[in-house]
């Protein structure tokens, strides 16, 4: 969704939602339970030495009850098992470290991982353990690769956490895409400070979807719903856009005629998502854009635009006559609401603890709703 030069991918995913039952309206989650990339399952199965057809029954309760009664191999690597090593608690580091000593028969090799063993016991702290470890590797898998010792599978499955569904906004409306789910995602791949990639799981398993590929997932219900027909203050910052998608396409349906004020935070125009739809929407939208990365320029995020033109539609939702949104990362949420107090401060000759009550209010009142998580 935006150029390839922007270097960031945001990808729009279309889910099809088929003969399904699942109904959503916008503001509503959808989670969805990834797969692991499959270069990391075929790499994990060589490793392992293992084939990946082959099945496996556990018995059990507590986390092998997570796994389905008959389990093929390829199907716990691809979708159970978390290879992510910050997911993975001291208890489960040691031991895997344990499994490794007692399983290699080189000497040298055996020497050199009592070392590691011993020294990681004097931390005490599990942090500080994980901390060690997370300096130099990124997946459980890198660990393997380092060493020439290695696990068994029945070993892997003991100590691997269960991969975790992941939420996302949903980016559309049942009105305009009967049978379908849109999702606005932002690809994870980052550096890690150790210098290894770190592929977001969720994000990279539904940017290689293929059309045809069938997706786990579930909506969820929230509070964050468009309240028809008020004066509506959109706040969001990269795919924090995602429900105000499937808002601006549910009120252009339904003839929304208050109000409808967006504001948009990315680094430079051709990150601006969804433009071409909203300029082609016969619903005026009035935009807002906050551009943080442009030569030459002034960074400039959402907080920044909200106090530059507050005034007009800010009125109304202080007033409790219309409502603001928010959507995105924590930190520009927590920016929106100290750039909303300081212009009540000064509108209003008011001192801190007066401009803060009065948004709480508003927010425990329903007139200032967000949808925040951690990255966008
Ligand atoms: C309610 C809610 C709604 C959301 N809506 C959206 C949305 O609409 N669009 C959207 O794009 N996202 C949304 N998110 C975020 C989304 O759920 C995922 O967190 C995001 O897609 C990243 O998931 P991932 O599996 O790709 O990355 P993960 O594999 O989960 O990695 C996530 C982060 O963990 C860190 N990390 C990963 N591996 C390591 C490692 N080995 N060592 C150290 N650090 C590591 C990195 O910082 C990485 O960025 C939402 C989250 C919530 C809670």
Redesign the pocket.
Known sequence: MVSPDSGKQTILVKLDLGNTELKYSPGD?LSVI?KNSPQIVTEMASLLNVDLNDSFTLNGSGKTSSYPIDCSIGSALYSYIDF???HYNRRQLVTLLQYLIQNTQLRKEKRSLLRFYLSIQHHTKGASVQQYL?NKY??ILDILKHYKSTITFEQLLTISPIMKP????I?SSLSVHQKEVH??????N?V?TNGLL???????FLSRCNKGDLVQAQVHPTCFKLKQNNPIIMVGAG??I?PFRGFWEEANSNGHDKPLVLYFGCRNEQDFLFQGEIKALSLDIQVHNAFSRRPGLPKTYVQDKIYETFGGPWELILEGAGYLYICGDAKMAQGVMEALRKRLQRERKWDVEQAKNYLDTLENNGFILQ?V????
Not at 183 to 188: E, G, M, P, T
């Open positions: 989650h990834p992510a090593l910050h997370l990124v997946t992941r939420f996302y906004s980016a999702l606005c995602v932002s690809v994870v980052e890690h770190i592929e977001g799981v969720c994000s990279n795919s924090g995602a949808d998580w951690g990255h966008t």
